[in-house]
């Protein structure tokens, strides 16, 4: 699915069972609410914080496509074309941060041997 039909789908589903668009500033506050559910899910799978029972059948693809669904609902809204958006976004970064991360120190590959103290 291209972000075009996404976008074409989720206007379907809203016009069809949604009723209508919530505000901008209610989709902003859902938005802000479910990236939090992704965090949610995140520091308790990769971070140190432990699962509660309640958290045990959050699913982040599930969180993650909620993201998406809000996303797309303020993009369609606003009158936005998240694939015309994303492209000149990417050619942005690919502009500004063509040589910069290459550049990196941090971003340079572990050698594990050093980190370890193993030797040939």
């Given at each position: ?63 993650l496509a ?55």
């Amino acid at each position: 699915m291209t972000l075009e039909e996404a976008q074409e789908r989720v206007d379907q589903w809203i016009q069809e069972i949604g009723v209508r668009y919530f505000s901008e500033l209610t989709n902003l506050a859902q938005l802000v609410e479910e990236v939090g559910e992704v965090a949610r899910v995140m520091s308790r799978k990769y971070g140190d914080q432990s699962c509660k029972e309640s958290d045990r059948n959050h699913d982040l693809a599930d969180e993650l496509a909620d993201v998406l669904f809000v996303l797309i609902c303020i993009a369609n809204q606003t009158g936005i074309d998240l694939t015309g958006a994303f492209e000149r976004n990417m050619q942005k970064k690919t502009d500004r941060d063509r040589d910069r991360h290459q550049q990196n120190p941090k971003l340079q590959p572990i050698d594990h041997t050093q980190v370890h103290g193993e030797t040939d």
